[in-house]
């Protein structure tokens, strides 16, 4: 788990993590990532399709899976 300040290791399974988050602020955007929306700063959509997310303070790029573009169609 990437935090502002750390990199933290859970061993809790992703799956049970995510029912203890909020669904308005937590999104999963990949089988192994979870983003907080407001750190989202832009959704680039490519000619294909894809979907890469860049975030407030992260310099990595986050691509979002086919299962969960759907959640940035309107960005």
Same mark, same amino acid.
């Given at each position: 788990?990437?935090?502002?300040?750390? #990199?933290?290791?859970?061993? !809790?399974?992703?799956? #049970?993590?995510? !029912? @203890?988050?909020? =669904?308005? @602020?937590?999104?999963? &955007?990949?089988?192994?990532?979870? &983003?907080? &929306?407001? @750190?989202? &700063? $832009?959704?680039?959509?490519?000619?294909?399709?894809?979907?890469?997310?860049?975030? +407030?303070? +992260? =310099? #990595?790029?986050?691509?979002? $899976? +086919? $299962?969960?573009?759907?959640?940035? +169609? @309107?960005?």
């Amino acid at each position: 788990m990437l935090t502002l300040d750390a #990199e933290l290791l859970l061993h !809790t399974p992703l799956i #049970e993590l995510i !029912t @203890q988050l909020d =669904p308005g @602020q937590f999104w999963q &955007v990949h089988r192994g990532t979870v &983003v907080n &929306v407001k @750190q989202i &700063v $832009s959704a680039h959509h490519d000619l294909l399709g894809k979907v890469t997310l860049t975030l +407030r303070d +992260r =310099p #990595e790029k986050v691509a979002v $899976s +086919r $299962s969960y573009a759907h959640l940035f +169609r @309107q960005m």
